[in-house]
């Protein structure tokens, strides 16, 4: 069973910087797609960013093309989310996300709070 756990989210002031990680644990973590999803107070969870386990392209959303990066580290079992120029629009709960499948993503995190004050 694959767990996720992810870690460094926190409160920033607007313009400010974040990076969230996300550790995988139980499953080959290098061959599948990772990412990660938000959720704010009131509204749908949405999709933020995807990279995928080998060669492929990145996603991000429009909202964060620009200000977010997703990378990762195999041999850490790691997937990491830099936040820059934070808004206070910004401010969710960030899910992280592994193996896509055709019912959605397997695999979800506990979820981080991250708190962007104007």
């Known amino acids: 069973q694959v767990q996720l756990v992810e870690s460094g989210g926190g409160l920033v002031q607007a313009g400010g910087s974040l990076r969230l990680s996300c550790v995988a644990s139980?499953?080959?973590?290098?061959?599948?797609?990772m990412g990660w999803f938000r959720q704010a107070p009131g509204k749908e969870r949405e999709f933020v960013a995807a990279?995928?386990?080998?060669?492929?392209?990145?996603y991000y959303a429009d909202s964060v093309k620009g200000r977010f990066t997703i990378s990762r580290d195999n041999a850490k079992n790691t997937v990491y989310l830099q936040m820059n120029s934070l808004e206070p629009e910004d401010t969710a709960v960030y899910y992280c996300?592994?193996?896509?499948?055709?019912?959605?993503?397997?695999?979800w995190g506990q979820g981080t709070q991250v708190t962007v004050s104007s």
């Open positions: 996300v592994g193996h896509p499948s055709s019912s959605g993503w397997d695999y």
């Open positions: 139980g499953r080959t973590f290098r061959r599948y797609a």
């Open positions: 990279i995928p386990g080998g060669g492929g392209s990145i």
